[in-house]
């Protein structure tokens, strides 16, 4: 089991920038894979970036550039640096972790509360 808990959300004015943190407890984070995930009012929740036990790194296309996802597995801590925001990422923010590749795909089974990222114009 493994629970995690995101903090750093808040209001930030269009080209501002937030740091979200994903803190991780349980069993050992350093072997996950993690995401992150967002879902807008009214929108299906989406994929935004992961990074491997390896540290590598993937990022859907609307965010390439400006956001970083990374890690610190010392502190069981994983980070989204987000920078140049945008109304458009407005959304609740998710972190979850994965231990399982099915068919090409990570399979996400722990995730947390989510926390609000609210972009004004």
């Known amino acids: 089991q493994v629970q995690l808990v995101e903090s750093g959300g808040g209001l930030v004015q269009a080209g501002g920038s937030l740091r979200l943190s994903c803190a991780a407890s349980?069993?050992?984070?350093?072997?996950?894979?993690m995401g992150w995930f967002r879902q807008a009012p009214g929108k299906e929740r989406e994929f935004v970036a992961r990074?491997?036990?390896?540290?590598?790194?993937y990022y859907t296309d609307s965010v390439k550039g400006r956001f970083t996802i990374s890690r610190d597995n010392a502190k069981n801590t994983g980070y989204l640096q987000m920078n140049s925001l945008k109304p458009e990422d407005t959304a609740v923010y998710y972190c979850?972790?994965?231990?399982?590749?099915?068919?090409?795909?990570?399979?996400?089974?722990?995730w947390g509360q989510g926390t609000q990222v609210t972009v004004s114009s």
């Open positions: 349980g069993r050992t984070f350093s072997s996950y894979t």
């Open positions: 979850a972790v994965s231990s399982r590749l099915v068919g090409g795909n990570w399979q996400y089974d722990y």
């Open positions: 990074i491997s036990w390896s540290r590598s790194t």
